[in-house]
C-alpha cells in the first residue's frame, strides 16, 4: 500500500490553523453550503471561503460545533466574506432541499454546495452490522446524493456554479479494513466523475476532492475491535504527520476555480493513485501483505503487554 516512506508534503504542521493564510480570489460575494462544516476539512473550507469574501452557511448535524465555527470565523478589514450555521442532518433530503432555498432566497441563488458530510467504520468487514453499513451508505452516499439533487437543478437554471464532492484516496485505491468506507468514497468519485460530462453543457463544475490521511477527528472514529485508524492511514501513506486541513482547503478552492475534476492531496497520495492505475496488481499485493501486518499488530497488542 505505501509506494515508499517519508513525511507528508502538506508544509508546517498546524500552521495557520483557525483562518486561511491567504485568500484565494475569484470567490467574493458568491454563495457557499458546507456540510460536515464543525470540524476538519468543513471547517477549513469554510475559513477558506470566508476569506475569500464568500457568504457561507456552515453545516454539521451538531449544531454547537456549526455554530463554534462560524462565530469564530472573523474576517479582516479587507475580507467581506460571512458565515453562519445552521443545523442539518444530510441524510434529511427535505432538510437539505430546504437549505438550499433559503440559500436562493436569500443570495438569489446558490453558487458552490460542498458536500463534505462523512463518518467511517475501521476494521475487520465481517464485524460491520447493518446499522453500520446502512448509516455510512446514507451518509456518505444518499447524504451526497441529496445534496447534489437540491442543488444541482438550481445551478443548471442560473447556469453557473460548482458542485464539490469530498470523497477520498479511499475513492480511487482499495483500502482494506476500511472496505465500507472505500465502497462509499468510490461511488462519490463516480457520481462526481460522471456528472461532470453532463455539468459541463449546463455551465456548473463539478469537483471530486480525494485526500489521503487529514489532521481530523475522522482519523480516531469508527473503529471496530482495536483497529487503530490514526496508525493504518498515516502508515498505509508512508507519512509521519496528517494533512494540515488549512493547505488542503486553500488546493481545494483552486481546484474549484479551474474546475478540475480531482483534487488529490499531499503529492504522496498522487503517486499512490498513479501506482494504483499503473499496476493494479502490485497494488493489491500491497494491500494484502499491509492488511496482514495491521491485524498482527493488533493481535499482538502493545510491547511488552
Not at 467511517?120 to 447524504?143: C, K, M, P, S
Not at 456554479?161 to 462519490?188: F, R
Request: aromatic share 4%; net charge neutral; proline share 4%.
Amino acid at each position: 500500500m505505501r509506494p515508499g516512506r517519508g513525511r507528508a508534503t502538506n508544509g508546517r504542521r498546524g500552521a495557520g490553523r483557525g483562518r486561511s493564510r491567504s485568500g484565494t480570489p475569484g470567490f467574493a460575494g458568491r454563495s457557499a453550503i458546507v456540510t460536515g462544516g464543525g470540524s476538519g476539512i468543513g471547517a477549513a473550507l469554510a475559513r477558506a471561503l470566508v476569506a475569500a469574501g464568500a457568504h457561507v452557511v456552515v453545516t454539521d448535524i451538531d449544531p454547537v460545533a456549526a455554530r463554534r465555527v462560524a462565530e469564530e470565523i472573523t474576517p479582516g478589514a479587507t475580507v467581506t466574506g460571512t458565515a453562519r450555521s445552521e443545523a442539518l442532518d444530510v441524510t434529511d433530503a427535505r432538510a437539505v432541499s430546504d437549505l438550499v432555498g433559503e440559500v436562493v432566497a436569500e443570495h438569489g441563488g446558490l453558487d458552490l454546495m460542498f458536500a463534505n458530510a462523512g463518518i467511517t467504520w475501521g476494521g475487520d468487514t465481517e464485524q460491520l452490522t447493518l446499522g453500520q453499513w446502512d448509516a455510512i451508505v446514507d451518509v456518505n452516499i444518499r447524504g451526497v446524493v441529496h445534496c447534489v439533487h437540491a442543488a444541482y437543478p438550481e445551478m443548471i437554471r442560473r447556469g453557473t456554479g460548482s458542485l464539490v464532492l469530498t470523497a477520498s484516496m479511499g475513492g480511487l485505491c482499495p483500502a482494506g479494513l476500511i472496505t465500507s468506507y472505500a465502497m462509499t468514497k468510490h461511488a462519490v468519485v463516480g457520481l462526481g466523475l460522471s456528472l461532470r460530462a453532463e455539468a459541463a453543457g449546463h455551465g456548473v463544475g463539478v469537483t471530486v476532492v480525494c485526500p489521503a490521511a487529514v489532521d481530523t477527528a475522522i482519523l480516531d472514529k469508527g473503529e471496530l475491535d482495536g483497529f487503530d485508524g490514526r496508525h493504518y492511514y498515516l502508515e498505509g501513506q508512508g507519512v509521519r504527520e496528517p494533512l494540515d486541513p488549512d493547505l488542503l482547503a486553500e488546493s481545494v478552492l483552486r481546484g474549484v476555480l479551474g474546475n478540475r475534476a480531482l483534487v488529490i492531496e499531499p503529492a504522496r497520495a498522487r503517486a499512490t493513485w498513479r501506482l494504483q492505475r499503473l499496476s493494479p496488481a502490485l497494488m493489491d499485493t500491497m494491500l494484502t501483505r499491509y492488511v496482514r501486518a495491521t491485524r498482527r499488530r493488533r493481535d499482538e497488542g502493545p510491547a511488552g503487554a
